[in-house]
């Protein structure tokens, strides 16, 4: 008999949707049966089952049946019954169960198979309170790049309502619809769909990443969104802080047609440019000027060098850092042009 490995504890949830079967459908719960040994002769500790983390288990001794293990046998996850029954499978050395490809059906399992989705902290419970930290900035500024840096480097979840709305159109989302009508007529996408987009978004960073600490890059873009944001998330809310990339019309000028060489965007030109700057100019900065006056603002000089610009971004954001990531050199390919 092998012996019991020391294993970092399974906190994961499984949440098992669209079959249609209420035994399959729902919450998986980490496994917390004792030690035993499997039918592959492997010393199962709690929340694991051949070695991997399991939710309730092939032996049928968890808390429910069907149980959602690995299989070393036929190196596959497996939702199932002891007697086969509702079994869905997907082959593959995945330590975890997969979400990036289909389950399939098998044995006497009943079609569809259903989807999974990983949850690293216990749904039921209320969402984490969400910490929110708005970077503005004009075009070429830097906010894409400098938030990417601190999502990776500081575990900042970075949203980009621009990126969101665009997600939604291209991906038939609930709003693509309309999205698509309001857009084709001329018009702008009103407030409380971007902000909903934003809100999603983050319920489901939530969920899955255990993440609440976020950078929404670009937004507020005018007062009316900063009244959307307070109407979805409730006017009693703390107003989130601000981080406003400071840069003279120039530098940015200068960036953005250095970029225009390797990027695709139609708005890469002088023309654009120009309005994109006189827009928020006119829409952005007043809603910079009424965070800066509430105490809420941290300016940093994005016409510096990147090192210098991320060093001043990172002081700002380390404090509320998810967890502490090791400093290195910026990417040469990264360039505090991007948006």
Known sequence: MSQVQEQKPNTFFVEVSGSGLPEVDGLFIPSAAPPTTSESNVVSSPGYWNGKMAWDRADGRGARSPSLSYSITYRSWRISCLD????????????????????????????PAPRIVLHQRDPRRPAYEPKVV??????????????????????WAHLSAGALLRKEREGAGPNAALIESIVAAGKLVPDEITVGLLKTAMDDAARTMGSNRFLVDGFPRSLSN??????????????????????????????????????????????????????FRKETLPIVQLFRSEGR???????????????????????????????????????????
């Open 84 to 111: 086969g029954h509702l079994a869905y499978h997907v082959t593959g050395d995945d330590d975890m169960p997969p979400t990036n490809r289909a389950w399939e059906t098998y044995k006497m399992g009943v079609a």
């Open 297 to 339: 603002c941290v300016e940093i000089d994005t016409s510096q060098d990147r090192e210098t610009v991320y060093k001043l971004f990172s002081d700002h954001l380390a404090p509320h850092a998810a967890e502490p990531h090791a400093e290195s050199a910026l990417a040469d390919g990264l360039s505090p042009s991007s948006d």
């Open 226 to 279: 900063l009244e959307a944001w307070k109407k979805v998330f409730g006017q009693d809310a703390e107003l989130p802080g601000m981080v406003y990339f400071e840069c003279p019309y120039p530098v940015l000028e200068q960036r953005i047609l250095r970029r225009a060489k390797y990027t695709e965007r139609l708005d890469d030109n002088v023309a654009s440019m120009k309005l994109r700057f006189e827009t």
């Open 134 to 155: 708005f970077v503005l900035g004009g075009p070429g500024a830097g906010k894409g790049t400098m938030c990417d840096l601190a999502a990776i480097r500081l575990g």
